[in-house]
């Protein structure tokens, strides 16, 4: 049986008496790319909106297994301006970002008490369960691999131009190694590929690479 990452049963959304999603049915196993596409008004940004849990169904279900994790790029290039890039990119896991501001608030405290400390341990141990140190390391490689220069590596995002942004936060979709990744975007047209975070000239010799990443799923959204 195939490993099932993504399922959705009966999907439908009424809004009055309009029925703007009606009866999708689907499984995605893992490693595959699949596109949806629909004409204006076909219901594909509110499947997305019910994909990433901003909106609830009238009836069915989305099903993503809990061992498995949704990234989405967004494409809103101005949300993270007061962001560093570093932290803009770690927020593409939202688990892993919130112990390390949580875990940087205890150890800033002066009255550090016995509770601190247990609590400091729990999330040391959960930010070590995520890959929280090697976090800053993936970072760089993505920024690395998609070529955003090493000088705005640590910069704010307002710092950026337009392409970079859009860079990071493709790079912020990709962090952590998501099961799957959703585009929030209105497109003319659509392509699909896979991404190593290495060079160019690394990517060539991908097959002598020990630990590669493993393909996402990706889901596009066009208006055509």
């Known amino acids: 049986m195939s490993d099932i990452i993504l399922s ?9 008496g309009i029925e703007a999603v009606k009866g999708i049915s689907f499984d995605v196993p893992r490693g595959e790319i699949v596109t949806l596409i629909g004409a204006n008004g076909a219901g594909k940004s509110t499947f997305l909106r019910i994909l990433c ?7 069915g279900e989305v099903s993503i297994p809990s061992t498995e994790r949704l990234s989405i790029l967004k494409q809103n290039h101005f949300e993270y301006e007061q962001y560093t890039v570093l932290d803009t990119i770690i927020m593409g896991n939202k688990r892993l970002y919130d ?3 949580e875990k940087d608030a205890i150890y800033a405290k002066e009255d550090f008490s016995d509770e ?24 760089l490689q993505l920024l690395n691999g998609l070529g955003v220069d090493k000088e705005f590596h640590y910069t704010q995002m307002k710092n950026l131009n337009g392409r ?6 493709l790079a912020k979709a990709l962090f ?7 585009e929030v975007a209105r497109l003319t047209a659509i392509i699909i590929w896979e991404y190593v975070p ?18 996402p799923i990706v889901i596009n959204f066009a208006a055509v």
Request: glycine share 6%; aromatic share 6%.
């Open 8 to 16: 959705v049963k009966d999907l439908q959304v009424n809004y009055g």
């Open 53 to 59: 849990g901003e909106l609830s169904p009238t009836r």
């Open 99 to 101: 112990i390390m501001k």
């Open 116 to 139: 601190d400390g247990i609590k400091a341990s729990e999330l040391e141990a959960e930010f070590a369960e995520l890959d929280g140190w090697e976090a800053e390391t993936e970072v």
């Open 164 to 169: 970079d942004k859009v860079k990071v936060l």
């Open 176 to 182: 952590g190694k998501p099961s799957i990744i959703s």
């Open 198 to 215: 290495y060079s160019v000239s690394e990517r060539k010799r991908a097959s002598n690479i020990e630990e590669t990443r493993p393909i």
